[in-house]
């Protein structure tokens, strides 16, 4: 199995969080750009069409809507991803991740370590990430360890 670290693209719109609570969380442009489909600021957010995509692989997940303070309107949505322990994976010294365990079926998953937070996705997922053209967000290849290996 292939996999794929996902990178935003760091320029474009960027946001600001206004309120949160587990319902909901209110943001607010604070620079005008092209709005990302993959964010980690001001915490992972997706885009309305990233979600449509990601609810077709995991019907299941769970996400919470974050609408524009002005409109009112969801434009992003925050997800939470199966996790890796980030013991079955290795680290570059920024604190990205650079190979993974196999997580068999699962599109996307997050593995943390004490550095960030990384979001590694199959190689299915980022095919159709690639033919639907997304922006602010690039993908990595990145290795695959065995379970036990090298500790």
Not at 93 to 119: E, H, I, Q, W
Request: aromatic share 10%; glycine share 6%; proline share 9%.
């Amino acid at each position: 199995m292939e996999y794929f670290l996902m990178k935003p693209y760091e320029g474009g719109q960027a946001i600001r969080r206004v309120n949160h609570d587990k319902e909901v969380m209110v943001f607010r442009v604070t620079k005008k750009g092209e709005a990302p489909d993959f964010t980690l600021r001001p915490c992972p957010l997706i885009s309305n069409r990233f979600k449509e995509l990601l609810e077709q692989y995991l019907p299941d997940m769970k996400f919470t809507p974050c609408v524009e303070e002005e409109t009112g309107e969801p434009r992003f949505w925050m997800f939470n991803p199966k996790e890796q322990p980030p013991k079955e994976a290795k680290f570059l010294p920024d604190g990205s991740v650079c190979a993974v365990r196999p997580m068999g079926l699962t599109p996307v998953f997050m593995v943390p370590n004490y550095k960030k937070v990384s979001y590694v996705v199959n190689l299915a997922l980022a095919e159709s990430l690639l033919r639907r053209g997304y922006v602010n967000l690039g993908l990595e290849r990145i290795e695959t360890v065995e379970v036990g290996a090298d500790g």
